[in-house]
Nanobody, 124 residues
């Protein structure tokens, strides 16, 4: 597998969870998507790791700004999605996706590699 994703689970509203995605060499753009049954898959957070001087560029969907943080583990081919202040509407299957690119995209068709889905359930 090009991507190996892990994490997820069940949590009360207001709680936190972390998702992780390990990737192989050859990709520089990672995105977490989520999907609710019967709905389209939507982009949640992206990170571009191809900048110079080890800087990264991140993008967030409006629904998660200020609550979710995407980051790259230093020196590792691993990306994390820290999800805080989780809400009922964050319940979904989450997917890690990767591609080679420099332009931001939340379109699933732009991504070549996909990890397995991880269930995140926020319930009281």
């Amino acid at each position: 597998d090009h991507l190996v994703s892990s994490g997820g689970g069940s949590v009360l509203p207001g709680g936190s969870l972390r998702l992780s995605c390990e990737y192989r060499r050859g990709t520089n753009y990672m995105t977490w998507f989520r999907q609710i049954p019967g709905k389209e898959r939507v982009g949640v957070a992206s990170i571009y790791t191809g900048n110079l001087k080890d800087t990264v560029t991140t993008f967030y969907a409006d629904a998660v700004k200020g609550r979710f943080t995407i980051s790259q583990e230093s020196g590792q081919k691993k990306v994390h999605l820290q999800m805080n202040s989780l809400q009922l509407e964050d319940t979904a299957m989450y997917y890690c996706a990767a591609r080679v690119g420099v332009v931001h995209s939340f379109r699933g068709e732009d991504f070549k590699y996909w990890g397995r889905g991880i269930q995140v359930t926020v319930s009281s």
